[in-house]
């Protein structure tokens, strides 16, 4: 995996596409979208995220990681006998939340295997520096994004708000 496949800086925000008894405001009322920035901040500030793989049997699995935002990716690491690391060599399909429930941030994508070189010596001493302790030596992975979304729980309707990227690969 490399970090060539960033997504950009600012991508093309939408409304999300959800039954009509939730409210959402089309594109042109409410508050309007929110800024990329409400997704790059958060993820960047939080400690916990909860992912959420599926095992080859299609049983859904969610654990809290600890893991890194940068340049538009969520990095995180688990041991190589982990459920989690079990269920993306099965199946890269995975799901990253915040722990909030009041200003929301969910990532949909596919994670990949970071092999040795520059990205992961950059990551392992972000990582150090956020939790004192090291990515090396342990299986980590760089989530890909297919799609974001965000909003805020106050004012729902008028910020709910989808990113969409191209699939990898």
């Known amino acids: 995996m490399t970090d060539s496949a960033s997504p950009p800086t600012e991508p093309k925000a939408g409304r999300p596409r959800m039954p009509s008894g939730y409210g959402i405001k ?14 790059t901040s958060r993820m960047g500030a ?3 995220y909860w992912i959420c793989t599926t095992s080859p049997d299609g049983s859904p699995h969610a654990a809290p990681v600890w893991g890194i935002w940068h340049n ?3 990095y995180f690491s688990t041991d190589r006998e982990s459920r ?3 269920n993306l060599a099965a199946r890269s399909a995975i799901l990253v939340h915040l722990e909030s429930g009041d200003e929301v941030v969910v990532t949909e994508g596919h994670a990949e295997p970071l092999t040795d070189g520059p990205l992961l010596d950059e990551l392992d001493h972000l990582y150090f520096r956020k939790y004192t302790f090291h990515l090396k030596g342990h299986p980590t992975y760089g989530v890909i994004p297919t799609k974001v979304f965000a909003w ?5 309707p008028d910020t709910a708000t989808r990113w969409r990227f191209r699939e990898s690969g």
């Open 72 to 74: 538009g990716k969520f």
């Open 26 to 39: 089309a594109p042109t009322e409410g508050a309007g979208f929110l800024p990329w920035s409400f997704v």
């Open 46 to 48: 939080a400690r916990n």
């Open 84 to 86: 989690k690391s079990r």
């Open 152 to 156: 805020s729980e106050s004012s729902f």
